[in-house]
């Protein structure tokens, strides 16, 4: 009865290869994210997709490519890894709009993104 | 933009002792949250606060939230092994701006026998 579940959980790769993370979710939620984690464990939100459409899109080289094909699902696809997108992977989900206390976001187990 | 900021970074513990982990935010905020991470792990939600003097308790561990200070404190009672983790506080990085979190830096807690 996982939550958030995130495939694979580690991936080793070398640079310049494509490579993709998914995402899905049992949460009935509408509102899905991408969040980066550094090795300094800083984490920074990437990406946001409300209802299959992308509403936050942070500054992130277009190598990185988003894509929701429905509420319960975000995956996340790179392109030419380079050495400095090592980092876990976290993708995360919530409610959206009011009350406040449905924004509260739930995360996935993480992907540990290791490039060559 | 919301700034937040945790200190300390670093928390090295004896068990039985108390201690406050302290957040900071930069903007109004109409609310704040806080998240475990166990090493390799995922993140946890621990507490969601919504109103200016919210306080919630599990455990030991309470967090309050003063809107009008922009802070948010994190008290440990009674710190046992168990609670060694990374704590992290986040807010609404707009402020009320929904869904795009902006998350402190961490605080590594570390509770030793």
């Known amino acids: 009865d996982t939550a958030v579940s995130q495939t694979p959980k580690y991936l080793v790769t070398q640079m310049g290869n494509d490579k993709s993370i998914k995402c899905e979710q049992n949460?009935?939620?509408?509102?899905m994210y991408w969040y980066k984690q550094d090795s300094k464990k800083f984490l920074k939100i990437m990406f946001s997709?409300?209802?299959?459409?992308?509403?936050i899109n942070e500054t992130v080289p277009n190598r990185f490519s988003p894509k929701s094909p429905d509420k319960a699902h975000l995956n996340l696809h790179i392109n030419s890894l380079e050495l400095g997108d090592s980092a876990v992977y976290f993708c995360?989900?919530?409610?959206?709009?009011?009350?406040?206390?449905?924004?509260?976001?739930?995360f996935g187990p993480g992907t540990r993104l290791t490039v060559l | 933009e919301l700034k937040v900021e945790q200190n300390p970074l670093f928390l090295s513990m004896q068990e039985g002792k108390n201690y406050t982990i302290y957040c900071n935010y930069s903007?109004?905020?109409?609310?704040l949250y806080w998240y475990r991470q166990d090493p390799g792990k995922s993140l946890e939600s621990l507490f969601v606060l919504l109103s200016n003097g919210a306080v919630k308790q599990e455990g030991r561990l309470m967090a309050s939230l003063d809107t009008k200070a922009r802070l948010s404190t994190l008290h440990i009672t009674a710190a046992v092994h168990d609670l060694s983790a990374t704590y992290f506080c986040?807010?609404?990085?707009?402020?009320?701006?929904?869904?795009?979190?902006?998350f402190g830096q961490g605080t590594i807690l570390t509770v030793h026998p």
């Open positions: 903007t109004t905020s109409d609310r």
């Open positions: 995360a989900s919530s409610r959206w709009g009011q009350p406040s206390s449905y924004n509260e976001q739930f």
């Open positions: 997709y409300n209802n299959k459409e992308l509403i």
């Open positions: 949460l009935g939620h509408d509102t």
């Open positions: 986040a807010g609404p990085a707009g402020g009320t701006s929904y869904g795009k979190l902006t």
